[in-house]
Nanobody
Framework: QVQLVESGGGLVQAGGSLRLSCAASDIIVSINTMGWYRQAPGKQRELVARITSDARTNYADSVKGRFTISRDGARNTVYLQMNSLKPEDTAIYYC?????????WGQGTQVTVSS
């Protein structure tokens, strides 16, 4: 059974950094498209970043130049390095396994950026 477990969220001041981790089981992250999504209160869930099996990356315009998605095959883990955080980055961040027939989701990790 696919499991995605996020960690690394927390409270940080504007301008600070956090690194989110997504540990996967029952899949191999390096041969799948993996993504990070976020959902702020009252807003729809949005794609933040994704990495494909051939290591191509895509980012939402709002995070380009500040966030970096990466993966570690040995640890079977996907990361989201978040720098220069802004209050508008406050949201629950979800890891996702993005497959053509459907997505799998983690439980989410809260990121709160104070001004």
């Amino acid at each position: 059974q696919v499991q995605l477990v996020e960690s690394g969220g927390g409270l940080v001041q504007a301008g600070g950094s956090l690194r989110l981790s997504c540990a996967a089981s029952d899949i191999i992250v390096s041969i799948n498209t993996m993504g990070w999504y976020r959902q702020a209160p009252g807003k729809q869930r949005e794609l933040v970043a994704r990495i494909t099996s051939d290591a191509r990356t895509n980012y939402a315009d709002s995070v380009k130049g500040r966030f970096t998605i990466s993966r570690d095959g040995a640890r079977n883990t996907v990361y989201l390095q978040m720098n220069s955080l802004k209050p508008e980055d406050t949201a629950i961040y979800y890891c996702s396994l993005m497959r053509a027939f459907g997505y799998y989701w983690g439980q989410g990790t809260q990121v709160t950026v104070s001004s």
